[in-house]
């Protein structure tokens, strides 16, 4: 297929290359000059701006970029794709923003008769570079087939959420669920070695316990838990800290904006607050941890 893409970072650029590698033409557009140069090195054409893409007659083009105001620009600015796009091109915004904003970027296309769905992602980097991505996907159904074909060259999960913004629901829903969870266990983990456990037994009791979770089982918070895990290595690699209070910044707002009360999600985002203001920002999510073990 003909496909265009915008927005070639840490995520979408190993995504743009997995197109390339299952045998797609790949128009590609970002700021960063670096960005562009190795999406060509990857095969892929380049274009010098966002319209070129809306103007060349693709089959889909896809977004990936990093919050809100960006997509608006990109899909509503007077260069932006909306303005200078028809139909038939099929339009897919892997980015993770505010449901309403999803909503009303899509409203705007329909009005221009053009298709926008949501479609962001979990699994991260190494699911990015792999090409084990899950999609949720919100949008009509006949659109969700039509990206499903391609969406499958970048990811192993692609499910369809219901209407569009309810892939941006199912995703922030779930990241105040994981920063929730990550924080109980790190606080369980915490309460049970200093009152005299071993952190590695009590992970595994835990592990086959009714307290297991996937931040239990899989990216532990306690160092020497679990091996090969971010705080094993020190919080480094993983899901960064201000990804997760970005994540939980569009849940909040989410939730005001349906009158939804989220105490322990409000709390969570606090928490996170707290520890990129320390300078954690850049460390995994599970270095939370850190709030327990104040020196
Ligand atoms: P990133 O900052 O690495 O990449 C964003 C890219 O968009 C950059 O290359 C930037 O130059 C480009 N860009 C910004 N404005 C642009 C514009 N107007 N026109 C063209 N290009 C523009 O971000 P990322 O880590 O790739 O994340 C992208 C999205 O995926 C975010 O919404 C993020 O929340 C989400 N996400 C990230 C991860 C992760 O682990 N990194 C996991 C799941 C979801």
């Known amino acids: 297929m003909n496909i265009g893409f915008l927005g070639l970072g840490n995520m979408g650029g190993p995504m743009a290359q997995n197109l390339l590698k299952a045998g797609h033409a790949v128009l ?7 960005a562009l140069q190795a999406a060509h090195e990857a ?3 380049l274009a010098a701006k966002p319209q070129e893409l809306a103007e060349a007659g693709l089959d889909i083009v896809f977004t990936m970029l990093p919050a809100a105001q960006h997509v608006r620009s990109v899909y509503l600015g007077e260069d932006g794709l909306l303005a200078h796009g028809n139909g038939d091109t099929l339009y897919v915004d892997c980015s993770t923003i505010d449901p309403h904003t999803a909503r009303e970027v899509a409203g705007t296309a329909a009005e221009k008769g053009i298709t926008l769905i ?3 992602v979990s699994g991260g980097t190494k699911g990015a570079a792999e090409g084990t991505l899950t999609f949720m996907v919100g949008g009509p159904q006949n659109a969700f087939e039509q990206a499903k074909t391609v969406l499958k060259d970048m990811g192993k999960n692609i499910v369809h959420c219901g209407d569009t913004g309810n892939g941006q629901v199912a995703k ?5 669920l994981l920063a929730i969870s990550m924080i109980g266990v790190a606080e369980a983990m915490n309460l049970g070695v200093n009152l005299g456990m071993d952190a590695e037994t009590l992970a595994s009791i835990i592990n086959t316990s009714s307290g297991r979770c996937w931040s239990s089982e899989i990216n532990n918070p306690y160092p020497g838990a679990l091996e090969g ?3 094993s290595r020190g919080y480094t690699g993983g899901f960064g800290s201000a990804l997760m209070l970005k994540d939980l910044g569009l849940a909040l707002e989410a939730a ?3 009158e939804a009360p989220v105490l322990l999600g409000g709390l969570a985002k606090q928490m996170y607050q707290q520890l990129c203001n320390q300078g954690h920002s850049k460390l995994d999510f599970s270095a939370i941890m850190k709030l327990y073990q104040q020196e």
Do not use: W
Request: charged share 15%.
């Open 118 to 120: 949501d479609a962001p």
């Open 256 to 258: 005001q904006q349906v």
């Open 43 to 45: 095969g892929a054409a």
């Open 28 to 34: 590609a557009f970002d700021l960063s000059k670096d």
């Open 229 to 231: 895990v971010p705080a």
């Open 172 to 176: 922030v829903a779930n990241n105040m």
